[in-house]
């Protein structure tokens, strides 16, 4: 029987609904992107089947089955490595370009704060790793940005002194907990949901997906709020066509919906114009860093969609992003870690012993208007 991740859409008790913003947020996501329907149709019918071959072709190249093996893999990863050297040998060079400003701690979850597993409903954190979050969240405002539900990743975590920007950023919640980080002029968290008009078609497409997918073993069907997953991981690979037309079949009914891929996942959401880095902007306007020179934001992530991020911080000329990868992917991040207990035990970690070196809150750091 095909194991069915069903995640329910009820928030955690106690968390305001209410679309509560503590400050006017970035620019609005503008829409739809413009996909006329007709278009959409012809490409999905005319051209299905080299449309299903192209995006199973994408699954391959970024969901790998195993390690490549060839005597180039080794040149390849040192000319790689000397793009996006490791954060912890370049931690000296990465604290003096930090000195004097505000640091902004944004984490993805999956493969960076746990690590990837079979079951998504099992990608637990370490008691190590959710030390050191702690940690830095008394330090730095830390933020956890995810393609995960909010109110799943928030119980993985466990830290109600954190931002979360669940559903790729179309989900964000500020602490729920006294923090000095946090924005108490109205006496409630941020809470931000760009796309909350979405979430009724988002659960009829959930459950079209689960029942598309019964007859595929192994793929798990997740419900986001803002967006459904199909997780591919524990597919054989020669069903993953199979997969992609059931998924197809699915989404051409939707136009205002859209395909994005991750590592072994496919996932529909809006066609808004707004992702991870459309979030970290939003959460960095919202602690008052939106036109300050002084702030030094960190995006530590692994996946194909912590790219708008990366690109966001790169577009911004301020602070870098840091990619956990054991393998060279093409990415916009400025550093590199192997896996996410590097991410535990060392470059964040660090970071935590250098608080006396900056501000202890935002409203004491000099902002200078760009």
């Known amino acids: ?102 640091i902004v701690m944004f984490l993805d979850y999956d493969g960076t704060l746990s690590p990837i597993v079979d079951d998504p409903d099992r990608a637990f954190m370490s008691d190590s790793m959710r030390k050191t979050v702690r940690k830095l969240a008394r330090c730095f405002p830390t933020a956890i940005v995810t393609g995960r539900c909010r109110d799943k990743v928030y119980n993985f975590v466990r830290l109600a002194e954190l931002y979360y920007a669940g559903s790729h950023g179309m989900d964000i919640q500020g602490p729920t907990r006294d923090s000095k980080y946090s924005n108490k002029e109205k006496g409630e968290p941020v809470l931000f949901q ?42 054989e690979e020669k069903k993953w066509s199979e997969l992609a037309q059931e998924v197809r079949s699915v989404l051409k009914e939707y136009p205002k919906l859209r395909l994005n891929q991750g590592r072994k996942v496919l996932e529909i959401r809006p066609s808004i114009k707004w992702d991870k880095g459309k979030a970290l902007e939003f959460l960095l306007e919202s602690l008052g860093f939106a036109n300050c020179n002084d702030v030094f934001p960190v995006y530590i992530g692994d996946d194909k969609t912590d790219e708008d991020a990366f690109k966001k911080l790169r577009d911004r000329g301020q602070g870098f992003g840091i990619l956990v990868s054991k393998f060279p992917k093409v990415t916009t991040a400025s550093y ?30 000099p902002c200078v208007n760009e």
């Open 1 to 102: 029987m095909t194991q069915q991740n069903v995640i329910p859409s009820k928030t955690k008790s106690g968390i305001n609904r209410d679309l509560t913003v503590a400050q006017k947020p970035p620019a609005a996501p503008g829409g739809y992107i413009p996909i006329p329907r007709r278009r959409v149709l012809k490409n999905l019918e005319i051209n299905g089947g080299q449309r299903i071959n192209a995006w199973v072709d994408s699954m391959r190249a970024s969901s790998p089955t195993h390690a490549k093996s060839n005597p180039s893999l080794a040149e390849e990863h040192s000319s790689w490595i000397l793009r996006h050297p490791s954060a912890l040998d370049m931690f000296e060079q990465i604290m003096d370009a930090s000195r004097g400003k505000q």
């Open 194 to 235: 760009p796309a909350s008009e979405f979430v009724p078609m988002i659960d009829e497409v959930y459950n079209r997906l689960v029942e598309k997918m019964k007859s595929i073993p192994g793929a798990i069907v997740e419900n986001n709020k803002f967006c459904a997953s199909v997780h591919f991981r524990c597919v």
């Open 336 to 365: 590199s870690l192997q896996e996410p207990s590097e991410a535990s035990d060392g470059f964040p970690s660090t970071f935590g012993g250098v608080e006396t070196s900056f501000p202890s809150t935002p409203s004491t750091l």
